[in-house]
């Protein structure tokens, strides 16, 4: 941590960024760290692979955010780079070798345990596998430098702790997350805008969505396994974007006999976004990077290519044995 504090301390051009396909943490942690490193006068911008899905405009990204899908060719040259809620630089392709060439030095911050096979990130790097959120990290870094927070950074902070324990539900048995919302609350950051911006956005298209994809749901081992595909023709022609597929594992995982689901949300042809999550004592980090992913012990992801029959096949097997030696 005094490591990561120096080498901003001692930075003058700074970027930060995020995996792709970036999600309420990353995004908050990033912005964060925007507002505060300007507040003591840093040249910092936030550079992201990928566009910022819609649900978090509110936070004025459009107008803050760099994607290097529009310009490959932006001038990437910096001091320092920090990196946000993921320590695998794969996620962060094409811009990572970018990075690479122009960059002085790269740091990861995060809370994901790292890869047991896959790139390993640099051993500056700031990951505490303790925290429930990135942005816990990202408040201990701002308080770390000595930069009082503001509305800005509080409702950046507030955005990320909440997106990623989903409204205080996963809090990893700390009180550490509550700890720092009741300090956020203190400026005015509007808290009931941000839950209803991350947890209220549903349109009467997702809707239908989702009435569709629940009644295919397939359910395995007793009712404790669910495996859903949503298709790429149903993702396009309901106007869904990527990340929204995300909202429909966590809402089967409300099944309360469920142990895990998985998802397979089609990119291409044969080419998918493979999503699992799993309850109490089951671990799914290690099937997730079977297929060269990663994640968390219960919420893990990988990009996977196959034919859907032959790789649902694999994971339901590999789940049904994971499953019946912890019931
Ligand atoms: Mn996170």
Not at 14 to 40: F, N, P, V, W
Not at 225 to 253: C, F, G, T, Y
């Amino acid at each position: 941590m005094t490591n990561i504090t120096d080498l901003i301390r001692k930075s003058q051009k700074i970027i930060l960024s995020t995996h792709r396909q970036c999600d309420g943490d990353g995004l908050g942690a990033e912005l964060s760290l925007y507002y505060a490193l300007r507040k003591i006068k840093k040249d910092v911008r936030i550079i992201n692979v990928d566009s910022t899905p819609r649900k978090y405009r509110f936070l004025g990204t459009d107008k803050i955010i760099a994607l290097f899908q529009n310009n490959p060719a932006m001038d990437l040259a910096a001091d320092l780079c920090l990196i946000f809620d993921t320590n695998d630089e794969r996620l962060l392709e094409p811009l990572y070798s970018g990075l690479k060439k122009h960059v002085s030095q790269i740091v990861f911050i995060d809370h994901h345990p790292l890869l047991q096979k896959g790139p390993q990130p640099g051993s500056s790097s700031f990951i505490d596998t303790s925290a429930a959120s990135t942005g816990e990290l990202a408040y201990r870094m701002i308080k770390d430098l000595g930069i009082e927070l503001d509305s800005e950074i509080a409702r950046a902070l507030y955005t990320s702790i909440t997106f990623d324990t989903q409204l205080y539900r996963y809090i990893r048995n700390s009180p550490e997350s509550h700890l720092i919302a009741a300090e956020l609350l203190k400026y005015e950051i509007h808290p009931q805008e941000v839950h209803r911006a991350l947890f209220g956005n549903q349109t009467v298209q997702k809707m239908a969505f989702l009435a569709k994809a629940l009644g295919q749901i397939e359910y395995f081992c007793h009712g404790q396994l669910a495996v859903l595909r949503l298709s790429d023709a149903d993702l396009i022609s309901h106007n869904m974007e990527p990340d929204e597929a995300r909202d429909v594992i966590d809402m089967i995982m409300n099944i309360e006999t469920l142990e895990a689901a998985v998802i397979f949300r089609e990119d291409a042809e044969n080419e998918y976004k493979l999503s699992i999550r799993s309850k109490s004592k089951l671990e799914v980090l290690s099937i997730a990077e079977s297929f060269g992913g990663g994640g968390h012990t219960h919420a893990s992801g990988a990009f996977i290519k196959g034919t859907y029959i032959e790789l649902k096949d694999r994971i339901v097997k590999d789940l049904t044995k994971k499953i019946s030696q912890i019931t």
